[in-house]
């Protein structure tokens, strides 16, 4: 979740946490420690596969 979060970051997401010239990493580390961002659970098997194979092929 963090590392997914910090390609959102680094390809111009706003982050939601002061970032004060962090690094990407540390700043989704500490978002996802406040709780500012989680994940959504996909019931569909097939689609999180697809959305896999896309993360992994970028």
Do not use: F, H
Not at 35 to 54: F, M, P, T
């Amino acid at each position: 979740m963090v590392a997914k979060r910090a390609k959102q970051l680094l390809k111009g997401a706003e982050a939601t946490v002061s970032t004060r010239s962090n690094k990407y990493i540390v700043s989704s580390l500490r978002e996802v420690a406040m709780g500012n961002v989680g994940y959504q659970e996909s019931l569909d098997a097939n689609e999180a596969i697809r959305q896999i194979e896309k993360d992994l092929n970028k």
